[in-house]
């Protein structure tokens, strides 16, 4: 036993003295070298495991749009939702389309945006797109316009009992001369330019030869866009679309069959057939993405003061920013003298002093290097227009236009003192004229029983007497001041365009065009988004277009309990916002009479305060 232990010890002295340096370890080493690779071994294969197991994750942005989308955040009602206008909506897909995290977007329309705004909707769907990102539309049924915006996404998904109704366009135009009869209301007014129909619709009861052929040549350019635009965006023929619009309604599978929509499905099919094309373990949908969430929390000791914060707009703002600024001024709603009126049941009016104010304000601020001014407008008081022109006149600024759905007449006026102005193709611009006159209540006064007795000096004292039409003196005075009026619109837009003021005026008459039609003419420089007038102000400031500057949104927008109280004393407002605000409440009952019941109230508005008003002829209801 000894000798074999011997033997052992020697064949391990052997082993040692022969070994290459480092091979051999103590034992208590080997068993920690031994534990080392079994643990490196466990983990790598623990690591191989994770990744092969690692769940594929995809986000999608879910964005809803709904309601009106208002232009600017002074539209917003007092009942609206505060996150969805059209700046926030759109600055919500440019989000999306920078980041990393999403990896598409979903668009639900549950809302039929005017052209203006379809067409910035659209030009952001091409911006995520241009990020490698696919859009699906997401509609219940595509109707008119809908349809226009659906198109531009890379799939239209609907339900099986949907449909589709191609954007044939439809344009209603309402005459009340007989209506106005039968209560004893006479429409008593004059007009500078042919097509200049503002009061027709009071004055006849059809077309007249020239205004029906101004508005025949508005709808085929309207129709021959959205033709071109489905065909382009679905790569289809013209004359598939063509065919498909004359079909009128058609079912999900039928829109199908045609290639108008991608998909029939229910919403869950919808999401089980993008989580295999993602490929994707855990499909999320970031439903409200980006949207700015509400504190509605008005519990404990500072909910009062929340309470009144949100009511009141305030919170959240902060001046001590540095750096240039870019003011963007909302120039929206019909145009009248005075301060701005926002209704809290939607809609209002552009003042002309709220305005004038807001292009001081940013005049005098030294951070602001350029003005855009976003008008959205069928016109109104021609004094009014003609202040707020004046103003964009003395700005040593850049102030670059961006039109929107209508920037006519009045619209056109206030933009026409631009260093550039920039309009949608399906913006409905132009309609140069001017228009005036009253309404004559005497055959009202005697069916009610109501007697007027006038006392009177002055040859034309009775001119806006509301019981008697005008006398030949009156028709005479009056027709020679709105022929001023008119030769002062008409050279000032030539100044501003560049033209002698005779070839103005054959583009005049009161003339409407699209966007498209009056860049041929060049009524307008650009048709261009407001991004892209944005970018325009950028440059003629010298700034970089890519740039990213702070912007000064005006006017300020008006928080709900001033559009409650009213934040201006003066009684002819106070009653003109009495008046509005039951009009619309009685549109509400009868929502397909709102737009020709904001126009009547415009006129009568503009009739009441001025004798004069550059408005759109007729309202325009594109179906």
């Not at 236009?401 to 102005?421: E, H, K, L, Q, T």
């Not at 003109?576 to 019941?597: K, N, Q, T, Y």
């Amino acid at each position: 036993m000894i000798r074999q232990f011997r033997l052992l010890r020697f064949l391990l002295a052997v082993a040692v003295l022969t070994a290459p340096a480092g091979a051999l370890l103590a034992p208590a080493q080997l068993l920690a070298k031994e534990t080392a690779d079994a643990s490196a071994e466990k983990a790598e294969k623990t690591d191989d495991a994770k990744t092969e197991s690692k769940p594929n994750k995809v986000r999608l942005a879910h964005i809803a749009l709904q309601g009106s989308l208002p232009e600017s955040p002074g539209e917003m009602s007092l009942f609206g939702d505060l996150g969805v206008d059209l700046r926030k909506t759109i600055a919500r897909l440019d989000q999306a389309a920078e980041d990393d995290d999403i990896a598409g977007v979903i668009l639900q329309i549950d809302t039929t945006p005017a052209r203006g705004k379809c067409n910035e909707l659209r030009d952001a769907i091409k911006r995520v797109q241009a990020a490698n990102k696919k859009v699906y539309a997401h509609l219940e049924s595509a109707v008119g316009q809908q349809y226009v915006l659906a198109a531009a996404c890379d799939e239209i998904v609907i339900p099986e009992a949907g449909i589709v109704m191609m954007p044939g366009i439809h344009g209603e135009f309402g005459f009340y001369k007989d209506m106005l009869g039968k209560i004893g209301v006479q429409a008593d007014f004059i007009h500078m330019g042919q097509a200049k129909g503002a009061a027709e619709p009071y004055t006849r009861t059809e077309f007249s030869d020239a205004v029906r052929e101004n508005m025949t040549a508005l709808i085929d350019d309207l129709y021959d866009q959205a033709i071109s635009s489905i065909a382009a965006d679905r790569q289809l023929q013209v004359e598939v679309v063509r065919e498909a619009i004359d079909r009128g309604l058609l079912t999900a599978a039928a829109a199908k069959e045609v290639g108008l929509i991608d998909r029939v499905a229910y919403p869950d099919e919808f999401r089980q057939s993008l989580t295999k094309e993602y490929n994707a373990d855990n499909l999320v949908y970031v439903v409200n993405y980006a949207k700015k969430k509400i504190d509605t929390d008005f519990s404990g000791p500072m909910g009062m003061m929340k309470l009144f914060q949100a009511i009141l707009g305030e919170g959240g703002s902060s001046s001590a920013d540095k750096g240039p600024k870019l003011a963007i001024v909302y120039a929206v709603g019909p145009i009248m003298p005075g301060k701005s009126e926002s209704s809290p049941l939607g809609g209002g009016s552009m003042g002309s002093t709220t305005i004038v104010e807001a292009l001081k304000k940013a005049a005098d601020d030294e951070q602001v290097k350029a003005i855009v001014m976003r008008v959205d407008s069928p016109g109104g008081s021609a004094l009014a227009s003609d202040l707020i022109w004046r103003q964009t006149c003395v700005i040593d600024k850049p102030i670059v236009v961006s039109m929107g759905n209508v920037a006519g007449s009045g619209g056109y006026y206030i933009s026409m003192g631009a260093d550039r102005i920039f309009a949608e193709p399906g913006t409905v611009t132009g309609s140069i004229g001017v228009v005036g006159g009253k309404f004559v209540l005497g055959g009202l006064y005697d069916k009610i029983g109501m007697t007027t007795e006038t006392i009177s000096r002055g040859k034309n004292s009775g001119v806006f007497s509301t019981t008697e039409k005008f006398t030949d003196g009156e028709r005479e005075a009056l027709q020679t001041m709105m022929e001023d009026i008119y030769d002062q619109f008409t050279a000032k837009a030539a100044e501003g365009r560049g033209m002698e003021q005779d070839d103005l005026k054959k583009l005049a008459e009161g003339k409407v065009y699209t966007g498209r039609v009056a860049k041929r003419l060049g009524l307008v420089d650009e048709l261009g988004t407001l991004k892209d007038a944005i970018a325009a102000a950028k440059r003629l400031a010298g700034l970089d277009p890519d740039e990213k500057v702070r912007a000064m949104i005006l006017p300020e927008p008006t928080n709900p309990l001033e559009m409650l109280l009213g934040a201006d004393p003066d009684q002819q407002q106070h009653e003109a916002r009495s008046a509005a605000w039951a009009l619309s409440a009685a549109a509400g009952v009868a929502p397909e009479l709102s737009g020709r019941v904001q126009q009547a109230l415009q006129l009568m508005q503009v009739m009441q305060q001025q004798p004069v008003a550059v408005t759109m002829p007729y309202w325009i209801e594109i179906k």
